[in-house]
Structures are given as C-alpha cells and as structure tokens.
Nanobody, 127 residues
Framework: QAQLVESGGGLVQPGGSLRLSCTSS????????IGWFRQAPGKEREGISC????????FYTSSVKGRFTLSRDNAKNTVYLQMNGLKPEDTAVYYC????????????????????WGQGTQVTVSS
C-alpha cells in the first residue's frame, strides 16, 4: 500500500509563510496527480489545490489562489505546497492525496477522486 507523508506544518504569524511537503513511497510517482485538502476545526475537509501528473497543470480554490503555489519534484517523489500571506482562517490540518487521473476544475475538490491519503500536518496561523 502506498504511503504518503506530509511535513512542514507548524505555527506561523499572520502574513507568514510555510512550505508543506508531500512525499510518497509509490513507484512511478510521476504518474499520479496530487491533491491538497485541509480541515479546519469544526468544519468539513475541503479540497484546495491539485497538480496534474501529465502536464503539471495546477488548480486552486479561490480562497488560496494567488497565495499558495504547488510544485513537484518527481525525482524526490515529492510535491510542495508553498503558502504565503497566511491568514488565521488558513489554520487547519492539511492533507495530500494521490489520484490516477489528471486534475480538473470540476473534480479536484472531490475526495472520491483520490486513492491514498496522508495523515496530515497541522498548520496554525496565529499571533
């Protein structure tokens, strides 16, 4: 069974930055699209971004667009989520997940599109 590990979370002040990593143990990592989700306290998990395997196309939900940036290093089996201009409302547990299909605007937020999930990393934005 594939294993995904998120890292890079922590406590940061508003306006600060963090870079989350999602590292996979899967073979042929470059075959998989990677989605990022987050779950804030008392709220449902929401999809926030996705990077495709085939053409590196990226998708972002409106609340993070312009502040978060996805990239991937297939040689390291890792996807990065660079988060800038963090706000208190970004506080959540962040999860990555793999998909065998390319990301699409219509479906990238849907959990059913993803097969394997990491355990999550906590991001807290607070002064």
């Amino acid at each position: 069974q594939a294993q995904l590990v998120e890292s890079g979370g922590g406590l940061v002040q508003p306006g600060g930055s963090l870079r989350l990593s999602c590292t996979s143990s899967q073979d042929n990592f470059d075959y998989y699209s990677i989605g990022w989700f987050r779950q804030a306290p008392g709220k449902e998990r929401e999809g926030i971004s996705c990077i495709s395997s085939s053409d590196m196309s990226t998708f972002y939900t409106s609340s993070v667009k312009g502040r978060f940036t996805l990239s991937r290093d297939n040689a390291k089996n890792t996807v990065y989520l660079q988060m800038n201009g963090l706000k208190p409302e970004d506080t959540a547990v962040y999860y990555c997940a793999t998909s065998v299909v390319d990301c699409s605007e219509k479906y990238y937020r849907s959990e059913s599109e993803y097969d394997y999930w990491g355990q999550g990393t906590q991001v807290t934005v607070s002064s």
